[in-house]
């Protein structure tokens, strides 16, 4: 199943290439490359130029969220470093990228030099949908993939970088596709990085809510822009027997969903 945006007349006729510096996500690195795959393929039909930087390490957001603000500069500065030169940062994160856009600047506040650092680098940072359809105009794309999806509207994503028709827009043009939207598609799944491990009892409640919703609407695969959101969703899928199919968004705008559904294994 192959993908190729159709894309705006400046994305195609410029004098040269975008060149993106991917942040690939802890998560994505260590439990689904095929989603850092599948988001160097999108860009690359986009028109850009993509590299991957060795030296990227973690956002920083445990740190952070752990108020190991010392520890979360470190990280800062290395992903500053790391993604220096580039024209463009993009990440298949909401949550990882909104780090870098809108928290980066605040660990820098009584550090001049470092924040018009952060604040360079939160200028030129995007999640990846939203960078294709909000930077490169992509609107549709020549992919297909049979199955009723719902969409999960991670926080960060949602309501830190206003990420929600984005995804809705270029999945609308794949063919065999229909989108059946749940109720609480907005509402959190319950992981919230640190969240799920300080209040397990909680987490557990809220993606077992999150699962009702999506079971009510028939459909047959969810998608999400955020693997620790997808991660926890899909394990709670199997702890109920539920069968639906879990990709990251990426995948299936990609075409490169001939690998077990996240959660499924190798098997």
């Known amino acids: 199943m192959m993908a190729t945006p159709e894309q705006h007349p400046e994305t195609t006729t410029g004098a040269s290439k975008p060149r993106v510096g991917l942040f690939v996500t802890c998560l994505v690195d260590l439990y689904r490359p095929n989603v850092g795959f599948a988001a160097v393929k999108l860009l690359e039909q986009a028109g850009c130029t993509v590299e991957v930087p ?12 752990s108020g190991d603000y010392a520890t979360s ?11 220096d030169g580039y024209d463009y940062v993009v990440g298949p994160s909401g949550s990882c990228m909104g780090t870098i856009k809108t928290h ?13 650092r ?5 200028a030129r940072s995007y999640e990846l949908v939203s960078f294709l359809t909000d930077v490169m105009g992509v609107e549709k794309l020549q992919a297909s993939y049979e199955g009723r999806i719902t969409y999960h509207d991670s926080c960060s994503g949602l309501r830190e970088l206003g990420i ?27 992981f919230g990085g640190t969240f799920c491990v300080k209040y397990p009892e909680i987490s ?6 999150k699962l009702e919703g999506i079971g009510a609407t028939g459909a047959t695969t969810l998608l999400g822009g955020d693997m620790g959101c997808l991660l926890n969703m899909s394990g ?32």
């Open 204 to 209: 557990t409640r809220m993606v077992s809510d």
């Open 164 to 190: 929600r028709q984005q995804p809705r827009t270029l999945l609308a043009s794949v063919q065999g596709l229909s989108i059946r939207e749940m109720d609480n598609s907005e509402i959190c799944c319950g």
């Open 104 to 116: 980066y600047a605040h660990l820098f506040e009584d550090d001049p030099q470092w924040l018009g």
């Open 73 to 83: 500069r470190d990280i800062a500065r290395q992903v500053v470093q790391a993604f």
């Open 118 to 122: 952060a604040q360079d680098l939160a």
């Open 236 to 267: 709670r899928l199997k702890r109920l027997n539920m069968n639906l199919r879990v990709y990251h968004v990426a995948e299936v705008l990609a075409g490169m969903t001939d690998v077990p559904g996240i959660g499924d294994g190798e098997g």
């Open 54 to 65: 060795t030296a990227q390490t973690c956002c920083g957001q445990p740190a952070m969220n």
